[in-house]
């Protein structure tokens, strides 16, 4: 069964730092792209970051360069993304998406695998 499980979410003050989680199962994650999005309430689904699973090439949504790193480790079937200098408009829920593919896709319509979700609140 493929499977997408995020953790690490929480509350955090403005300024601090989380790093999410997205663990893989049921599939062999170098073969697949994987991307970051996010869902505040009353808006759509943004994309956040991406990394291909080719050379490891990572993408930013402008909203968060310089603050979030996108990681993978094929070994543990897990990809990473470190938040740092958070603000309370990254709060969202995040969720992490896979497609089967080298390249990486901004759109969440170009992924088939999504997890549940992880809550990120940014407040002090």
């Known amino acids: 069964q493929v499977q997408l499980v995020e953790s690490g979410g929480g509350l955090v003050q403005p300024g601090g730092s989380l790093r999410l989680s997205c663990a893989v199962s049921g599939f062999t994650l170098e073969y697949y792209a994987i991307g970051w999005f996010r869902q505040a309430p009353g808006k759509g689904r943004e994309g956040v970051s991406f990394i291909s699973s080719a050379d490891g090439s990572t993408q930013y949504a402008d909203s968060v360069k310089g603050r979030f790193t996108i990681s993978r480790d094929n070994a543990k079937n897990t990809v990473y993304l470190q938040m740092n200098s958070l603000k309370p408009e990254d709060t969202a829920v995040y969720y992490c998406?896979?497609?089967?593919?080298?390249?990486?896709?901004?759109?969440?319509?170009?992924?088939?695998?999504w997890g549940q979700g992880t809550q990120v609140t940014v407040s002090s």
């Open positions: 998406a896979a497609r089967r593919a080298t390249r990486v896709a901004t759109a969440p319509r170009e992924y088939d695998t």
